[in-house]
Structure formats: structure tokens, C-alpha cells
């Protein structure tokens, strides 16, 4: 068997099509379907948009509202790390103040 053509008969056995009796230039030149074109997207594990050249790009508001969200919540996260490892110091600084200073009451 032929090493480079497993790839292809995996695509074809994907598609649910005999790779004897079909290949994939007709599957894809010979117009078609739009299940087709999905089933092959999945395969590749791609967006469908892939097979159609389009003059503009096309981006969908919800993915860019989803990575301003995205963007704005790590910008938040970050700060709140920030904010709590400086709490954290303050509170370090406290607790060494009040050892000092029940150690010099001890003294008295």
C-alpha cells in the first residue's frame, strides 16, 4: 500500500465515498453540495468559508465583540493579580509591624 495515498482514502472513507470509484477533483470541481463542503471542512477541521474566495473578508460581530470581551476581561484579570499580590504585601508589611512591636512590649 502506498504510504502517500492513506490520507487520501481516510478523506474518502470520511465522505462515505469509494476512493475506486471516485477521486477527489470530481468530488470538489464537480459542483459540490453544501453538506459535501461541510463534510470535507470537518474533516480538515476548517471553516467551510475556506472553499469560496471572497473579495471582501467577512468577520462575524459576535467573534468580535467576543474577542473585546475576551481582551478587556484579561486586562481586568491582570489587574486584579496586581492588586492582590500588593494587598498581600501590605498585609506582609503589617504582620512584620505587629511582631516588632509586640516584641518591644514583651521587653518593657
Request: charged share 35%; glycine share 2%.
Amino acid at each position: 500500500m502506498d504510504a502517500r495515498k492513506e490520507p487520501y482514502r481516510n478523506l474518502m472513507r470520511a465522505l462515505g465515498v469509494n476512493p475506486k470509484n471516485s477521486n477527489i477533483n470530481s468530488i470538489v470541481n464537480g459542483n459540490p453540495s453544501v453538506k459535501r463542503l461541510e463534510e470535507i471542512a470537518d474533516y480538515f477541521d476548517v471553516p467551510i468559508d475556506i472553499f469560496f474566495i471572497r473579495k471582501k473578508q467577512y468577520k462575524s460581530p459576535e467573534i468580535t465583540e467576543y474577542q473585546k470581551e475576551i481582551k478587556d476581561l484579561k486586562e481586568r484579570i491582570k489587574y486584579l493579580e496586581t492588586l492582590m499580590a500588593e494587598k498581600d504585601r501590605c498585609i506582609s508589611v503589617q504582620e512584620t509591624l505587629i511582631d516588632t512591636l509586640r516584641g518591644e512590649n514583651h521587653r518593657k
